[in-house]
């Protein structure tokens, strides 16, 4: 199998979301994850700008510019859905109630931290948005980036080369060609795709790999 | 009798000039009070302080309040512009002229909302350990690092709502409400914009901002571009 | 005139009461002062169990247990009343939202400190209440209670012999004998009874009172 | 399919043994979870940690849980009983065997929704220079000597309320609400009683505690004594 897709990263970050959970989804790829979500899972997803229960995008015709997510997109409500304050979205995801929040990232460390709030632009301004939060307070952190940069440089690392938004925190990877726990004895690579040996993934990753007894193929439907 | 409506913009803004420090709701163009951001972008006044979510769409709807260099510091999650290009009040915070405070969003809602309750400072796991957490005081709390964090306050808070009532109750729709709890809280001033300053009073389990946090009411049409979410 | 009655000191307290204004009326002699509330004043009356705009006491055939003040008394809401939790009915107090708290007192000292919470009964536990956030929140802190106690000692003293309740923050004492401002100089009469002596109520009080340039006679209706 | 409605007091209360803590909402009788205070008592589990505004309401309600001395710790604003005896936990308490931590409402309030939105600990005015201040450390902000406080999180929590769905998402009634929201974020399980578990959902913008606090949904009738503010 090739490497995944953009869409079949989110597939594959989906099937992992338990029933019943809350879910806070990142701009950019993890947003992708809510039209991957198995039949039979009843999830909730949280919007850091005051809702839970973010249901699909909105059509043409049900935009209302009051429904808006936390990346500006017009949305429908799902049923069961809640408004409040910021101060309660974020109690939510600070105090721990979040079961998981998917984030989009720059880079890894084996130690579990994530860069993937300031890219070092020399001339535009900087964002942050609650990814500190989510990456220190949500219960589990996953996060959904391409193995390698465009260049070829390794995003799963021994210690991150960009600001850091959280330390310590990241449980699961999502990529293009593997999933990898971070483990406290750092990387462990769940699912790798086929058509890589392990030496080969190991050589597009920036610190050592360690592979689950269990590490399986990486599999996605056609998206 | 109590009635917290106004009839003006100017009675709206009556106090505000330079200097003044303004919370401003609004996150993905919901709950953003255009007609008052207009309003101070066609004031004169300068050497002011924005507390908001995002420079973005203060930039994008009222240019002059960057382009006149009225703005001196601005305390917010996002100050980045969309595109390649760099805005105006980048620029500004490149040659060093305007006073960017980048927040974690969490930590921004929990110090506006801290300044409206009365708490000097907390702990926040939040941010420890990143740059912007750098020289604040750490203490260890359950085995994670905690920064302090300080209380925001300001002179004004600003918002857009469904419904207001001559009390000050606030009624929000969908996403409007974001920060705006929090400002109401945190301002010596707060006025709310609203479609529907009604005679009849909001239903007192339904109120989202209690009246006694909010001092003016201004009936006004909503000025929200059609693309707000995407200035 | 007669030293004031209990209704007559609510009264005097309620004259204070400006247009518009949030208060909070504690327990026991507070209560009373929501019944004199002059004609001409739109009051919001706070209760820390969650109300801005607590109504009349509710009549036999009003009464709902759902509604309730501070002081378990089934009440009545007025117009524009809001209904919130307890962190907000504190915000509001601890934010300095409230304009007026009046609370009774054991003592009050001439900085400013009140003592009204632990009576050191040997028998009974403790009662706090919202008495430390209200004293040392609201705008203004103002102490209804009786000169002195029933043995005759004062309460207005230089230092209070109970446990505090707060520090410093006491601005105005309505008692059955005069009104009394706490300043940066320690008490000041601003109005006494008719048929009493400035040296007669200097007796009665356990710190040095100065007398206002313009101290009048403190009246009330019969009531 | 989201479902968090349960149909006995036992399934609610699944988990609940000796040792456990719980926030118990409720304020002049109103919000008061009677049912769930009955089923408490009428369980075996000892070594309890009751945290609630008032000791009293329960005593009267439910004596057995301090005569069978299951209570080892009580937080709360009010631990005096009306009239001039000496209730039992006021004895357990004369006696040294009941600890009781006595708690200014307003930090109670702030420290349990601390605890709920991941916030260690704050500073507060609010008993500094008091004998509830005694030990705290204190810090000056803006001239006010302000003590360091810190979260309260518990097993549990229970409450009353007018209407909740099986999302979890809740209703309130009048002034049931108190310290509801705060308790419902401290718990690890959040259990509600109420007598209108419908099947519709409550509007989303009409919700008093969202669904993502609450665990439990148990339709039960009211058991409030008539003069249950009293208790």
Known sequence: ?223 | MIDKRVDTLEAALDGFGDGASVLVNGFGGAGVPFALIKAIENSSATDLTLILNSARFVDGFAPRIFADRRVSKIICTAARSRGPDTANYEQQWLDGYLEIEMVPQGTFAERIRAGGAGIPAFFTPTGAGTELGDGKEVREYDGKHCVLEHAIIADFAIMRAARADRWGNVRFRGAQGNFGLAMAMAAGTTIVETDDPGDDPIPPEDIHIPGIYVDRVLKHEDMSPANAGGI
Chains 1, 3 share one sequence.
């Open chain 1, 1 to 223: 199998m090739q490497p995944l897709t953009r869409h079949q990263i989110a597939w594959r970050a989906a099937q992992d979301l338990l029933e019943g959970s809350y879910v806070n989804l990142g701009l950019g790829l993890p947003v992708l994850v809510a039209n991957y979500k198995p039949d039979d899972r009843d999830l909730m997803f949280h919007s850091e700008n005051g809702i839970v229960g973010v249901g699909p995008l909105a059509s043409e015709n049900e935009e209302d510019p009051d429904f808006v997510d936390a990346g500006s997109q017009k949305i429908t409500l799902s049923l069961g859905a809640a408004l409040f304050d910021s101060t309660q979205a974020f109690a939510m995801i600070r105090g721990g109630h979040l079961d998981v929040t998917l984030l989009g990232g720059f880079e890894v460390s084996q130690t579990g931290d994530l860069a993937n709030w300031d890219a070092k632009m020399t001339h535009k301004g900087q964002l942050v948005g609650g990814a500190m939060d989510l990456v220190t307070g949500a219960k589990n952190v996953r996060v959904t980036m391409q193995h390698t940069t465009k260049t070829g440089a390794p995003r799963l690392v021994e210690r991150c080369s960009y600001p850091l938004t959280g330390v310590g925190t990241v449980d699961r990877i999502y990529t293009d060609l593997a999933v990898v726990d971070v483990t406290s004895d750092g990387f462990l690579v769940r699912e790798m795709i086929a058509e890589l040996s392990r030496d080969a993934l190991q050589e597009k990753s920036g610190a050592t790999l360690a592979f689950a007894k269990d590490c399986t193929t990486l599999d996605a439907p056609k998206l």
